[in-house]
C-alpha cells in the first residue's frame, strides 16, 4: 500500500537519462562477459574471438529492442514523448543528427524484424542479430554454415542472455512515477 505512495515522481527528461544511463552502464559491463559467452560457446568449432569492447553492434540491438519494449510500457501518447527525448540524446551520444539515428535505428529494427520473421519474438529477434552483425555464421559446423543460418541451441542460451539486458519497466514503476 506504502510503496504506492512513496513512488518518487520523474519527469519524462529524467526517465529518459535513467534509461540511457542505465542501458550504457549495463552494456558498458555486460558485454565483456557475452563476448567470452560467445567465443566459449560449444555452437563454434572455433572461437569468433569477439573482443570485449566491440560493444557496437550489441548496443545498437540492445537500443532497437528496449525501444521497443518502451513502447509497450507506456500509453501511446507517454511513449511518444519518451521516445523523442531518447532519440535526442541518443543522437548526441553517437554524434549524428537526430533523423539520421533514428534510421539507423529503423534499419536495425527492419533488420531484426527480417531474420526473426515469422516470430514476432523480440528477445530471439535480438539474438538472431547478434549472431547475424558479428557474423558467427563462418564459426559453426559445416552443417549450419552451409544453410548460413544459426544453431537453434546457441540461439536458445543467447536468449537467456539477451534477457538480462532488457529493461524491467515493472521494477522501474514500483519505484516510480511519471509527473
Known sequence: MFG?????KI???????IFINSLFNT???????VAEFINDDPAFVRSPNIQPTDNYEFA?????????????????????????????KLAK???MPVAEFKSLLKDYKTLIS??????KNMIYGMSKAIFDKYTLYNFQDEYFKRMQAPNPLFLKR???VVENFV??????FKKYKLD
Not at 552494456?27 to 562477459?33: A, C, L, R, Y
Request: without cysteine.
Open 27 to 33: 552494456i558498458d559491463t555486460g558485454f565483456p562477459v
Open 114 to 119: 527480417r531474420l526473426n520473421n515469422p516470430s
Open 60 to 88: 545498437l540491438i540492445l537500443i532497437v529492442g528496449n525501444m521497443s519494449f518502451l513502447e509497450s510500457a507506456f500509453d501511446p501518447e507517454q511513449a511518444d514523448k519518451v521516445e523523442k527525448l531518447v532519440y535526442e
Open 158 to 160: 543467447m536468449d537467456e
Open 4 to 8: 504506492t505512495i512513496l513512488r518518487k
Open 93 to 95: 551520444v553517437y554524434d
Open 11 to 17: 519527469s519524462d527528461d529524467k526517465l529518459a537519462n
Open 167 to 172: 529493461w524491467d519497466w515493472d521494477a522501474f
